[in-house]
């Protein structure tokens, strides 16, 4: 199983970016699917997770300006970050992990599969 992350790059402060994650060797669709982030000197933070029922789930400091969002049929999950800051700089990465279709938020750890990372990089 393959997770691909692309789309990050340099942006300045209140521009937007949109992430993609392709997947794979798997379906994501019984999948919960999410976008983690991990700036210089920091541990990895969730950012967005979309469920396998389609349930979506934002960390405090995106809400508002970011939107995780899914296809299924082109197995993938996207990440549209809009207003970016410059505390929104680190690598971006996505995971996924299978459901348990019952509305269980999943710690990183439970996430079995994960991209390599793409770059987001927010100057003033």
């Known amino acids: 199983v393959q997770l691909q992350a692309s789309g990050g790059g340099k942006v300045h402060a209140g521009g937007s970016l949109r992430l993609s994650c392709v997947v794979s060797?798997?379906?994501?669709?019984?999948?919960?699917m999410g976008w983690y982030r991990q700036a210089p000197g920091k541990s990895r933070e969730l950012v967005a997770t979309?469920?396998?029922?389609?349930?979506?789930v934002y960390n405090d400091p995106v809400k508002g300006r970011f939107t995780i969002s899914r296809d299924n049929a082109k197995n993938a999950v996207y990440l549209q970050m809009n207003n970016l800051k410059l505390e929104d700089t680190a690598v971006y990465y996505c995971?996924?992990?299978?459901?348990?279709?019952?509305?269980?938020?999943?710690?990183?750890?439970?996430?079995?599969?994960w991209g390599q990372g793409t770059q987001v990089t927010v100057s003033s």
């Open positions: 995971a996924a992990g299978e459901s348990t279709w019952d509305g269980t938020l999943k710690m990183a750890h439970d996430y079995r599969y």
């Open positions: 060797g798997t379906t994501i669709r019984n999948n919960d």
């Open positions: 979309v469920l396998a029922d389609g349930k979506t």
